[in-house]
């Protein structure tokens, strides 16, 4: 597969790194790396994955298990083995991904980031390369969920972009990770909505019958763009000499023959899908666990992904889509597969069955570490609480009372019963 | 629960058939049954249910096993039982549930018919009653599927309705009866839109808002309603000394604690999706059976919900609305439960881990009866052929020429790949 013609023939290249380096950010490095080899007019060859440096003992199973069990650097391990041995064991990474321990270094004059890492690590990654970077580099965020506090809901996209002076879109989906790194199909939703700085100017070397994702130029007033947004970082734009940074630039980027890429430009609804799944995730267990069938599941799904939709409705008025939530893999997709066997259903079920809490489950099987559904229940549910809307998401308000010991399985089906006719 | 305000104090109360008597129809029965004991202000108590008389030996397991083996009159030991053990063993059955082998007498003087059977024997069914019941009466077809052939697609309540003269809506949802007779909380989707045969003129005795629903006149012109529509039917105005048979009459008859209603007006949509999602479940057995795991079957229901939406919006683009198949119980929430284990789903899944044909399971498992997706598969698919349009539903093809044996089920997400960027 080569890119689009409009992408090539430029007399520079994108260079791609990628930020974060376990399950999930050494799988996305593979189907990167595949892509550059596949479109080399348009990207450098050579990725960067910047992996945060342990030692590591190649364990006994492993194929490059050569009999030593002295601890190496993990770096090194990825560079001459060509598998991320602890975090992505059994998989061959590509050869043109370079495993770098520096992450100053690894992002230096990329024009593509890639943020693949736990969003603890987020502001600390943001403070060290801040000013480090190229100012017209634009990223994607892997990372799901998203911040709620009672002030309101910002996205990691956000979050990152503003800690870096960048525009930063969202790739979500129905993506468990090791089945994409073992090449089983699967789709993902990128989400790449910059501001049109310039609509007037699109760039001439765009073969797109509307650039509005090329910037070519600096607004004189950075805080507002041609489409009325607003927007707290000021943007530089993407020079001419390199092709233009588009929703065919990022799909030549990412989709593979098993990883099929679909295109958005609701940014906040492919974010918000990927975090509010996880308190639906909870009740569709809830109800599995209570024994109650294939029915109340589907049920479940059903009312949450509607609460998922009016959430973004709500909050994200101005550019939420509807259709993000409801037929994009970062929505319905993505809320089947957390539902069918993902961690917060697993665990909510678990509670139920045995007749614990879920609390009590993190603390047995997780080691006290907590599920993104049960945080993101209760950051959700205070941030509703203090706008007086928690009967207006009976079904995320059930969950948060569920968890809180308030209410009981028993109760959903009373508590989400108001009606929903036309 | 009793019904809303202006249902009550009318001369008359609606009278309640059911026209099955099967697994389903006596889950519906027991539903409708509780539903006319708490409203008798609306409804009469006692209600019909025909039954398909056959003598049946008791079976030794049933608490009403007596140890005589002598078969009986299957409507006596429903009656004096209150159970139907052939189809709904150890349920009991409300008592004001009349089991009635003649399907004249059962629908005489029903204000309410709610058919309950399988589609084979539709056409019997109304040649027996047309002109021995109510002409003013109204249904409700419980049946899944639709009719589909080279010269287009009709729905089981249109054929109902045009076989008896009256209007006809239609009951669908995540409905595995088993579940709902154990009263394990799901939901359902009703679709009632009768012609508002005059709008100018509403039942004063109405208390809705927009009395759409409420038919009290015969219009001059029978064949167009005040909405514009066209029907085939010629239809007779409920006479106002019956509470108006509306979307608050039909949910105090079906919504139960344990069985939420959804009013809606979209009776094809509601049709549709309860007879496409079975070629989606086929899909998503197949790549299951393949191994490919959650990833790939969020993937097929998320492109199969697609092509439903599309299906419906292209053949009866007039009246349907995406939000029936992507918001409510009789779309995407069937399609889930269908995917997790339905018929379809698990025979599909089945054919390709032991390497032979669905057609072979068919035989094997189900004694050469047919699935109901293979069917609806196929005739879809000679619909499409029919009018070119195969190359628009992928999955829809891909289903149809896996099961013919000219593709593989790893061609799928090539298949499946066309772009669907906004």
Redesign the interface.
Known sequence: MTGPAHLGGHAKKHKVTIVGSGNWGSTISKIIAENTRLNKDVFEEQVQMWVYEEDVAIPASSKHFKGDDTPQKLTSIINSCHENVKYLPGITLPSNIVANPSLVDAVRDSTILVFNLPHQFIGKVCDQIRGQILPFARGISCIKGVNVSDDGVSLFSEWIGDGLDIYVGALS????AN??AAE????TTIAYDPPAMDSRAPSPRSGSPQPLFTVTEVPDSVHRDARGRTSKTKLTGVPPEYPPLD?DCFRALFHR??F?V????DVAGVSLGGALKNIVALAAGF?DGR?????????I???G??EM?RFGKEFFGETVQSATF????AG???L??SC??GRNFRCAKKAVEKGITVDQVEQEDLNGQKLQGTTTAYEVNSFLKARGLEKDYPLFTAVNDILRGTRKVDD???L??A????
Chains 1, 2 share one sequence.
């Open positions: 989906g129905a993506n468990i089945e994409i089983k199909w699967s789709e929703h023959p098993y099929h679909q295109m958005v430009s109800v024994g109650w069938g294939d029915n109340a599941k589907a049920a799904m059903r009312i992904l509607m939709v409801t037929e994009s893999s319905v997709a993505d089947i597969t069918s066997g959903i089906p009373e989400v019963a009606v929903d006719d036309e």
